[in-house]
């Protein structure tokens, strides 16, 4: 399998060495594996943390392409947009020849989600609705990415006890923002790392996982957003069983920008 979502050192709230990383994701019998390192313009508080000089990473990205042989490296990157940043974000993906863009929703209306800024004085219905329908928003302005990243981010960071997002609750906005990715041509990520802050699922879930599947979408990347060695390809023998139980036959990772296919059927 590909892990589709890996940070390297680049990002500023990653330590993990790139040549580890894919030592480490070659051992464990990965395919592939794509380094999406951040680029968060006007990140509240965090400005030079999410920021990389992309001449440098772009250079390393491509020699690690070339060095290594037993194993695919894809040079990526996840955009944190922001309505207001969309201009100067799409400069960058223009800039350089990336194989893959993860399109992420992390700031609204310039409050962290990460810290609990957003939340904080919400309701559950209310942070979760607006979160939607500021996602929906971003992917209409900023339409240069291949997959939406962690769909349901809020679930990670709302500041509730009962975190689930209910795809009733939310039906409109989720398949508004299903069937503009459909329609636009681009994928969905499963991201691990919902396990490893205690959702006891992927983001997103197996219900908007499900749903994507039944309105038509055909793209799924697996991806285990790992900061640290340990957690590449987390999680992701559950992952495909999930995919298989939700109707999908294939697994996509991306290599210059256009989706390639992997059966996932045992
Ligand atoms: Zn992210
Ligand atoms: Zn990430």
């Known amino acids: ?150 769909i349901d981010l809020i679930r990670r960071y709302g500041c509730y006890d009962d975190k689930t997002l209910s795809i009733n609750d939310y039906r409109d906005y989720i398949d508004a923002i299903l069937n503009k990715l459909i329609s636009d041509g681009k994928g969905i990520e499963i991201n691990t790392s919902g396990f490893r802050y205690k959702l006891d699922s992927p983001m997103p879930d197996y219900e908007i996982i499900k749903r994507y599947r039944e309105l038509n979408g055909e793209i799924v990347c697996t991806s285990s957003d790992a900061h640290t060695p340990e957690y590449l390809g987390y999680k992701f023998d559950y992952i495909r069983e999930l995919l298989l139980k939700a109707g999908f036959k294939y697994t996509t990772h991306f290599e210059n920008r256009k989706p390639v296919f992997t059966s996932i059927a045992s």
């Open 1 to 150: 399998m590909f892990d589709c979502h890996v940070h390297s050192s680049f990002s500023g709230d990653s330590n993990m060495d790139a040549v580890l990383a894919v030592e480490t994701a070659r051992k464990m019998g990965l395919k592939g594996i794509a380094f999406t390192d951040h680029l968060d313009y006007d990140y509240p508080d965090y400005d030079d943390v999410f920021l990389i000089d992309f001449n440098k990473y772009s250079e390393y990205m491509d020699r690690l392409k070339q060095d290594c042989k037993e194993i695919k490296v894809f040079k990526g990157i996840e955009v944190g947009i922001q309505p207001h940043v969309v201009k100067e974000s799409l400069e960058v993906v223009k800039k350089y020849d990336f194989d893959i863009v993860i399109g992420s929703v992390h700031v609204v209306d310039k409050l962290d989600l990460h810290n609990g800024d957003f939340c904080r004085g919400k309701s559950k219905k209310e942070s979760y609705s607006r979160y939607l329908e500021a996602v929906l928003e971003c992917i209409s302005l900023f339409d240069d990415f291949d997959v939406l990243g962690h």
